[in-house]
Nanobody, 124 residues
Framework: QVQLVESGGGLVQAGGSLRLSCAASGLIFSNYAMGWFRQAPGKEREFVAGISRNGIATGYAESVKGRFTISRDNAKNTVYLQQSSLKPEDTAVYYC?????????????????WGQGTQVTVSS
C-alpha cells in the first residue's frame, strides 16, 4: 500500500531553518505530483507548496513565498520542504501528499494520499 512518511520537524527559534522530508513507497513516485500542507491548532489544513511530477513546476502559498522551497528526488522517492526565516505563525503539523497525474503541473488540492504529519514549532 501507499505510504508517505514525513520527517525533519522539530522546535526551532524564529528566524531559523528546517528541512522536512517525505519518503514515499508503494507507488510509482514519478507518476505523482507532490504537495506540502499544514494545519495549525484550531485552523483548517492549508496548502503550503506543490511540485510537478518532474520537479520543474512549483507553487507556493503567499505566506511562505521566498522563505520555503519545495524539491524532489525521484531516484530516492522523496520530496523535501526547505524552510527558512521561520516565524511563530509557521507553527503547525506539516503533511505531505501525493496526487496521481499525467500532467506536468503542480496542484493545490485534490490529493489522493496523505502522510501522518510532522510537527514544526517555531518559538519567538
Amino acid at each position: 500500500q501507499v505510504q508517505l512518511v514525513e520527517s525533519g520537524g522539530g522546535l526551532v527559534q524564529a528566524g531559523g531553518s528546517l528541512r522536512l522530508s517525505c519518503a514515499a513507497s508503494g507507488l510509482i513516485f514519478s507518476n505523482y505530483a507532490m504537495g506540502w500542507f499544514r494545519q495549525a491548532p484550531g485552523k483548517e489544513r492549508e496548502f503550503v507548496a506543490g511540485i510537478s511530477r518532474n520537479g520543474i513546476a512549483t507553487g507556493y502559498a503567499e505566506s511562505v513565498k521566498g522563505r520555503f522551497t519545495i524539491s524532489r528526488d525521484n531516484a530516492k522517492n522523496t520530496v523535501y520542504l526547505q524552510q527558512s526565516s521561520l516565524k511563530p505563525e509557521d507553527t503547525a503539523v506539516y503533511y505531505c501528499a501525493a496526487r496521481r497525474t499525467s500532467t506536468r503541473r503542480y496542484f493545490t488540492d485534490g490529493y489522493d494520499y496523505w502522510g501522518q504529519g510532522t510537527q514544526v514549532t517555531v518559538s519567538s
